[in-house]
C-alpha cells in the first residue's frame, strides 16, 4: 500500500511517499532552524506561516520524488498531535483537502508514536511485530518517555519526564553556554575533546520513581556553576570541558534509567531527536555489548521529525481512521496510548 505521510508538528514541513510501511520512496523535510535561531526557540506563529507557505511545494516534491502520480497515493496519514496548535492545522487542512480530492482515506497520527516506528523504516531494520516485546526510550526536543512496547498499538508507561525534557535540556543548557538554538548538535560539537569528568552534574535521579526523568536541576546546576567559574572568552579548552560534562549528565541520565528498563535482556529501541547525539549512541552500543540486549536506532534520516514515520505508523492499522478522520481537530496534547 502506498501512503503519503504528511509531518508539520513544529518546525518541520515535512511528507513522505511509503511503501508497506517500510519502503520509502521519498522524504521531504524542510527545516525552519535558521529562521528560529534569532529567537533561541521555535516561534509558533513563523512556523505556521512558514508551513502554510512550502507545504504545496513539499507535497510536490514527495509525489515527483517518488516517481509516482497523485492517483497512485491510497491512504494519506498526518499528525494529529501532540504538537503547536497553529502548526498541526496546517497538516490536517492540508490531508483533509487531499483525501476529499483524491477520494482515499484519511488517518490521524500520534506524532510519538511516528517517533517508536521510526526506528523499523528500510529494508533493513527490524520489523516491528518481530521485535515485541521490547523497551522504548522516546527522546526529542519536547518528550522523554520510556515505554515498554508489547505489539503494534500496545504500549505500558514505565516514565517520563517530570519537567523539561531532553531535548529542551540541551537547548537551554546551549543558551546558557552562549552556544546557539538548537541546541543539542550545538553542544554534541563543542564538548569534542572536553573532559566529560570535568564537572559533576546531577541525573536528576527521583527518589521513589525509578524510571521518572528530571533535567530542571541540571539545568540551574549549569546556571550556578557559570556564576561561580565564568568560563573566559575564547577559553575553548575550558568551555569543551564544561559542554562536555553537561552533556554527560544528560546522557547518563537517559542510559542508567533505560538499562534498568532492560533488565530482562529484551531489545531496546532509542528513537527521536536527541537519538542521533553521538555520545548516546556511543555508549548505548557499549552498554547493549555489556548488558547482552540487542540495541535499534532509528537512522539519522529518521531520528528527527520526518513523515516517513507517520505513514509507516498508518500501515500497521493505527491512527484515527474512518469518517471521523475527516471530522478531527489538532490534539497538541495527545497523549500516546499505554495498555498493560
Request: with cysteine.
Amino acid at each position: 500500500m502506498i501512503i503519503l505521510g504528511i509531518e508539520t508538528s513544529c518546525d518541520e514541513t515535512a511528507a513522505a511517499v511509503v511503501r508497506d510501511g517500510r519502503v520509502v520512496l521519498s522524504n521531504i523535510v524542510y527545516s525552519q532552524i535558521k529562521l528560529h535561531r534569532a529567537y533561541g526557540g521555535v516561534v509558533p506563529e513563523i512556523a505556521s506561516r512558514k508551513h502554510v507557505e512550502i507545504m504545496p511545494h513539499v507535497l510536490q516534491q514527495a509525489i515527483d520524488g517518488a516517481s509516482i502520480r497523485w492517483s497512485d497515493v491510497e491512504a494519506i496519514a498526518v499528525t494529529q498531535g501532540p504538537g503547536l496548535a497553529s502548526s498541526l492545522l496546517v497538516g490536517l487542512s492540508a490531508a483533509k483537502g487531499l483525501a476529499l480530492r483524491l477520494g482515499i482515506p484519511l488517518i490521524g497520527i500520534n506524532h510519538l508514536e511516528g517517533h517508536l516506528f521510526s526506528a523499523f523504516i528500510g529494508p533493513d531494520a527490524p520489523v516491528f511485530p518481530d521485535l515485541c516485546p521490547f523497551t522504548a526510550l522516546i527522546v526529542s526536543g519536547g518528550h522523554t518517555t520510556l515505554l515498554r512496547v508489547q505489539g503494534p498499538g500496545r504500549y505500558q508507561l514505565l516514565g517520563s519526564t517530570i519537567d523539561d525534557a531532553a531535548g529542551e535540556a540541551f537547548d537551554k543548557g546551549s543558551n546558557l553556554l552562549g552556544l546557539g538554538y538548537p541546541g543539542g548538535p550545538a553542544i554534541d560539537k563543542a564538548s569534542r575533546g572536553g573532559n566529560p569528568e570535568a564537572v559533576d552534574f546531577p541525573r536528576g535521579r527521583q527518589k521513589g520513581h525509578l524510571f521518572s526523568f528530571s533535567f530542571s536541576g541540571l539545568k540551574t546546576a549549569l546556571l550556578y556553576h557559570l556564576k561561580q567559574h565564568p568560563i573566559p572568552a575564547g577559553d575553548s579548552a575550558r568551555l569543551a570541558d564544561v559542554a562536555a560534562s553537561y552533556q554527560e549528565a544528560i546522557v547518563d541520565a537517559l542510559l542508567e534509567r533505560t538499562v534498568v528498563a532492560a533488565r530482562d535482556g529484551r531489545p531496546v529501541a532509542v528513537v527521536g531527536g536527541v537519538s542521533l547525539n553521538k555520545r548516546l549512541r556511543e555508549k548505548l552500543t557499549l552498554c547493549s555489548r555489556e548488558k547482552g540486549f540487542p540495541l535499534v536506532l532509528s537512522a539519522p534520516a529518521f531520528c528527527t521529525d520526518n513523515a516517513a514515520m507517520i505513514a509507516a505508523v498508518a500501515h500497521y492499522g493505527l491512527g484515527l481512521r474512518d469518517e471521523s478522520a475527516l471530522h478531527m481537530d489538532c490534539e497538541p496534547r495527545l497523549e500516546l496510548f499505554a495498555a498493560p
